[in-house]
């Protein structure tokens, strides 16, 4: 009899660590296109990560940084943040107007979280939950495949082609996408 391998247990630190190890390099890109200034206290704890000017005014960012994505080919969109006290995931909690869901080592995506947060009910239904097991307890998310996230995208960019920041809404994608 075969012993199944253990699932890793995800650690928040370890999280943690990997967007702090990646935000100057998000940070140095956005700052090519943008000023931006990181968020306060009081913007962090509405998952706000930075504060860009842009032509319109200002534009708050939440960053998410995967180093697994690329080998899985989905997005992790957080829904449940902790299963033991139910507190709410990023996905519904985060006041930002962009997410930046970096796919290490280069590939930017930006999705406005509205445009996100219609799209989730339906990829919730297709896709379901998967738990990240924690020490005592889980995060859940609907785990996305790219193929299909590109729908709800903005914006894509490759870091290493030298693609810059736009956060402003495509013209030419209204009203012909998600």
């Not at 650690?11 to 990181?38: C, G, M, N, T």
């Not at 998410?64 to 080998?71: S, V, Y």
Request: proline share 4%; charged share 25%; glycine share 6%.
């Amino acid at each position: 009899m075969h012993e199944q391998p253990k699932k890793a247990i995800h650690q928040f630190a370890q999280s943690q660590a990997v967007e702090a190890k990646h935000a100057p390099r998000l940070d140095a890109w956005l700052s090519e296109s943008y000023p931006i200034r990181e968020a306060t206290m009081a913007e962090q704890w509405q998952g706000i990560d930075r504060v860009a000017i842009t032509f319109d005014g200002y534009v708050t960012i939440d960053y998410k940084c995967d180093e697994k994505a690329r080998k899985t080919d989905r997005l992790f969109l957080e829904t449940v943040s902790n299963s033991v006290t139910g507190r709410p995931g990023w996905m519904r909690t985060s006041r930002a107007d962009w997410l930046v869901y970096f796919v290490v080592p280069e590939t930017v995506w930006m999705f406005r979280f509205d445009r996100l947060r219609r799209m989730m009910p339906g990829w919730q239904r297709t896709y379901g939950e998967r738990a990240a097991r924690n020490v005592s307890y889980a995060t859940l998310g609907v785990c996305v495949p790219v193929t299909v996230a590109v729908s709800a995208v903005e914006y894509l960019a490759r870091l290493a082609h030298g693609d810059g920041a736009v956060l402003e809404v495509s013209d030419r994608w209204r009203g012909t996408r998600g």
